[in-house]
């Protein structure tokens, strides 16, 4: 009999690891999004209850998609070994900077359209490089999660094969930017 807390833990929150397979973690994850546009809404229209609720949710909602993202990478690294990192940086990046950028002009569009003046291409280029919030108010969100991304993928494909030293470096990794952006670019955490 296995007596790690971790097991009870886990066995708890997942009864089966197939009830925590990519269908269920999408769903999660969607809900979670709704989560998060239910947190900026009640952010900027103050309407009260029940709204008000989701005002303190937005850093543990944030948190918890981060999480089960990681953990389907890890997941799917695990069950593929390393021709998962085949297609994985040009999929990835692929996915999210495409309709970013169209947001990005889209937002754009619309600030001149309501009399403020539109970044130049230049500062918008310089505003993802570094995650400013300036060419489209959430794009912190897409610097930070590609960052991610291609810390797991020098960190599982280049680094480290063993899981538990991938992840090691891979938190470590995050915390070098967790550091950069709170210091140099003075985000508040």
């Known amino acids: 009999m296995n007596l790690e807390p971790r097991t009870y833990v886990v066995k708890w929150f997942v009864p089966s690891a197939r009830n925590f397979d990519r269908d269920t973690t999408q769903v999660i994850k969607g809900l979670l999004a709704i989560g998060i546009v239910l947190h900026h809404l009640a952010l900027h229209t103050h309407t009260g209850y029940p709204l008000e609720f989701f005002v303190?949710?937005?850093?543990?909602?944030?948190?918890?998609?981060?999480?089960?993202?990681?953990?389907?990478?890890?997941?799917?690294?695990?069950?593929?070994?390393?021709?998962?990192?085949?297609?994985?940086?040009?999929?990835?990046?692929?996915?999210?900077?495409?309709?970013?950028?169209?947001?990005?002009?889209?937002?754009?569009?619309?600030?001149?359209?309501?009399?403020?003046f539109p970044l130049s291409l230049h500062q918008i280029g310089q505003d993802l490089r570094v995650g400013n919030t300036h060419s489209f108010f959430p794009s912190w969100f897409v610097p930070v999660i590609l960052y991610l991304y291609f810390s797991f993928f020098v960190s599982f494909h280049f680094l480290s094969r063993k899981t538990g030293s991938g992840i090691a470096v891979c938190i470590l990794l995050s915390l070098v930017y967790v550091a950069f952006t709170k210091e140099l670019m003075n985000w508040e955490m």
């Open 56 to 116: 303190y949710l937005g850093r543990p909602i944030v948190t918890m998609f981060f999480f089960i993202s990681g953990y389907g990478l890890l997941s799917s690294v695990m069950r593929q070994g390393i021709r998962y990192f085949d297609t994985f940086l040009s999929k990835r990046f692929g996915s999210l900077l495409k309709p970013y950028l169209v947001c990005i002009v889209i937002y754009q569009i619309f600030s001149y359209c309501i009399g403020e």
